[in-house]
T-cell receptor, first 113, second 112 residues
Framework: EAGVAQSPRYKIIEKRQSVAFWCNPISGHATLYWYQQILGQGPKLLIQFQNNGVVDDSQLPKDRFSAERLKGVDSTLKIQPAKLEDSAVYLC???????????FGPGTRLTVL | GQQVMQIPQYQHVQEGEDFTTYCNSS?????IQWYKQRPGGHPVFLIQLVKSGEVKKQKRLTFQFGEAKKNSSLHITATQTTDVGTYFC????????????FGKGTKLTVNP
């Protein structure tokens, strides 16, 4: 079974630029998550989708971050404009349904200069 | 909001020694999950605990969920170098939120 795919793996941008990350979850998984992991900390949930509906986006900085999951399959997360403090690893995860174990992708390491 | 705290933040052991990490939530949990993240890797699911007082074992790993469903622990017997990594607990509030809140993790290093 293929795992969660993410691209790109690495991205370096300057502050105030825009960036987008892509995630393809495991086939058949209804729930998709985007996490931000800052070095030395645990993953912090940014947004959670159930199929193509948003379940929780309470910690998403909506003035600069946006995410969509069209057709309830793959998803994109965008940052516009980026700030220095956005430097982190962005992890996508999926699960069969709510409350099931989560399978994480390899992550995208973002550096904002 | 819900907070999940883990101690210790770091633990260095000699190979063969035991290791324990503790997780405490500010709120009562409906369930708790444990993940392991190897250096440079991504979190990998280990186990989920749901019932009050539940104890589960996976080979040398023993997981416990507290009676009040506000704390949990992971104990590794006779550590090996393959156990190196950061162990995270993640809890879901009993109040109905579907959000999983991760602790900061315990980073384990093992000296061969």
């Amino acid at each position: 079974e293929a795992g969660v795919a993410q691209s790109p793996r690495y991205k370096i941008i300057e502050k105030r630029q825009s960036v987008a990350f892509w995630c393809n979850p495991i086939s058949g998984h209804a729930t998709l998550y985007w996490y931000q992991q800052i070095l030395g900390q645990g993953p912090k949930l940014l947004i959670q989708f159930q199929n193509n509906g948003v379940v929780d986006d309470s910690q998403l900085p909506k003035d600069r971050f946006s995410a969509e999951r069209l057709k309830g399959v793959d998803s994109t997360l965008k940052i516009q404009p980026a700030k220095l403090e956005d430097s982190a690893v962005y992890l996508c995860a999926s699960s069969l349904d709510l409350r099931y174990e989560q399978f994480f992708g390899p992550g995208t390491r973002l550096t904002v200069l | 909001g819900q907070q999940v705290m883990q101690i210790p933040q770091y633990q260095h052991v000699q190979e063969g020694e035991d290791f324990t990490t503790y997780c405490n939530s500010s709120t009562t949990l409906s369930n708790i999950q444990w993940y392991k993240q190897r250096p440079g890797g991504h979190p990998v699911f280990l186990i989920q605990l749901v019932k009050s007082g539940e104890v589960k074992k996976q080979k040398r790993l023993t997981f416990q969920f507290g009676e009040a469903k506000k704390n949990s622990s992971l104990h590794i017997t006779a550590t090996q170098t393959t156990d190196v990594g950061t162990y995270f607990c993640a809890g879901r509030d009993q109040g109905g939120s579907e959000k999983l809140v991760f602790g900061k993790g315990t980073k384990l290093t093992v000296n061969p």
